[in-house]
C-alpha cells in the first residue's frame, strides 16, 4: 500500500486499528484455547478448578505471546525475516 497522498493523522489511525484488529486476534485466540482446554460443561458458574485452569491458560498464553513477539523483533531488527 502506498503512502502517497494519506496524511499523516490517517495513517496514524490506520495503525491504531491494525493493533486494536491484532489484540482482538489473540483476545479469540485465547478465549478458544483456554475453553476447550478448561470448560468441561458450562453451568451457572465456574467451578474452582475451571477457574483455575482459565486463569493459568490465560497467563501461559501471554507468556508465551510475548515470548514469540519478542523473538520476531529480534529478528526483524536483525534482517532475519
Known amino acids: 500500500m502506498s ?3 494519506v496524511s499523516p ?3 496514524s489511525f490506520l495503525e491504531q486499528e491494525k493493533k486494536k484488529a491484532a489484540v482482538n486476534e ?3 485466540q485465547l478465549t478458544n ?3 476447550d ?3 468441561s460443561t458450562p453451568g451457572r458458574k465456574l467451578s474452582w478448578g475451571e477457574e483455575q485452569c482459565l486463569s493459568n491458560c490465560a497467563q501461559r498464553f501471554f507468556e508465551s505471546s ?3 513477539l519478542q523473538k ?3 529478528k ?3 534482517g532475519g525475516m
Open 3 to 5: 503512502n502517497q497522498g
Open 9 to 11: 493523522q490517517m495513517m
Open 26 to 28: 489473540i483476545i479469540g
Open 33 to 35: 484455547i483456554c475453553w
Open 37 to 39: 482446554k478448561c470448560m
Open 66 to 68: 510475548q515470548i514469540l
Open 72 to 74: 520476531i523483533g529480534q
Open 76 to 78: 526483524s531488527g536483525s
